[in-house]
């Protein structure tokens, strides 16, 4: 008698819950050392280089039209 094998199809499952567990754990040590004593600057500068970098060509015009008033221009 001639019997068929199929292989096995069917997975396990990844264990997500360990692997969000893992990387939970590692976006809030990444968030802990970000918040030193300097957390406050380092926002402010984050915010500032989003603004600015975002409109390069408009915050040059405007650092040389600052530039010229003040008279280093």
């Known amino acids: 008698m001639t019997t068929l094998t199929t292989p096995n199809t069917f997975r396990t499952p990844k264990d997500f819950v360990s692997t969000d567990t893992a990387a939970l754990a590692s976006h809030m040590s ?25 409109r390069m060509v408009t915050a040059a015009v405007l650092a040389v039209v600052l530039l010229a008033v003040v008279g280093i221009v």
């Not at 300097?38 to 970098?53: D, I, K, M, Q, T």
């Open 30 to 54: 990444h968030c802990e050392r970000k918040r030193s004593r300097f957390f406050g600057l380092h926002a402010a500068l984050e915010l500032a280089h989003s603004v600015v970098f975002t």
